[in-house]
């Protein structure tokens, strides 16, 4: 595991006002939601990918009806919230939260019915590998339903986008949806569809950073510190151009394994 922890307490309490109770990335609950419309959860095992503070097991269990969650995160602090909401709710027999290594899943071959992760594989940069590991733990028939935050094209990055990616400060490792399209059906994966949700995220981002910078901004400080404030107003003031850009283009990516 990297000693950079990149999501501490502070970040997770920040991103869980902005977002929702236990959710670290854009959408909360509804995002979540859209990313599985038509996909079969209940009933079915799931290994949630990256799973930040643990809302979206929550959900997944709790709504959706899956059988058993393996929620995995590479950081402590967010697996600690996360398996701390997960006791609260009473689900320690269906979700169970692991702190895993960067690397190959340490799963076994078919093990999962449902590959889920929800904006945690832009800390991947070999999404070649992601695609094959997620279809070699996948039962025959299995499905993948993730959400990431992509780069609309294979060549280097606008200057806006690397002052963005700069302001970041994160190890973001943006993929084009065609690399993705291609990884995806070299590892064997079919049906395999994206969802560009760049007009959703552009206008939801404009008003985060309304938000952030608006009338509310004092009180933020006391809740939050002005420095972190300060710091989020400026990645938002440098995503915003990228995404009204169309270069900064999440997608929702859906395939399955065949029988």
Do not use: T
């Not at 449902?114 to 590991?133: G, N, Q, R, T």
């Not at 028939?141 to 200057?159: E, R, T, V, Y």
């Amino acid at each position: 595991m990297s000693d950079d922890v990149h999501y501490d307490e502070k970040i997770i309490a920040f991103l869980e006002d902005l977002w929702g109770d236990g959710f670290l990335s854009p959408g909360g609950a509804d995002e979540v939601r859209r990313v599985l419309d038509g996909v079969a959860v209940y009933n079915k095992s799931v290994i949630d990918i990256g799973c930040g503070s643990g809302a979206c097991a929550i959900l997944l269990a709790q709504e959706c009806g899956a059988s058993s969650i393996v929620a995995i995160d590479v950081e402590s602090p967010v697996c600690k919230a996360a398996n701390k909401r997960v006791i609260a709710n009473g689900l320690s027999d269906k979700v169970s939260i692991q702190l895993v290594e960067p690397g190959p899943l340490p799963f076994a071959d078919e093990m999962f019915d449902l590959v889920f992760s929800k904006d945690s594989i832009i800390h991947i940069p070999d999404k070649e590998a992601l695609a094959l590991e997620a279809y070699r733990v996948l039962k025959p028939g299995g499905c993948f339903a993730a959400s990431d935050w992509l780069i609309s094209h294979d060549n280097s990055p606008s200057s806006e986008m690397v002052e963005y990616l700069k302001a970041e400060g994160l190890d973001f490792a943006m993929a084009s949806p065609a690399r993705y399209e291609k990884a995806m059906k070299n590892a064997g994966f079919v049906d395999v569809e994206l969802v560009n949700r760049n007009s959703w995220y552009s206008q939801v981002a404009l008003k985060e950073l309304e938000w952030l910078s608006g009338n509310k901004k004092s009180e933020l400080y006391q809740k939050h510190g002005k420095e972190l404030i300060d710091h989020q107003i400026n990645v938002w003031s440098k995503m915003v151009p990228v995404l009204n850009s169309g270069e900064h283009c999440p997608h929702h990516i859906r395939a399955k394994k065949p029988e």
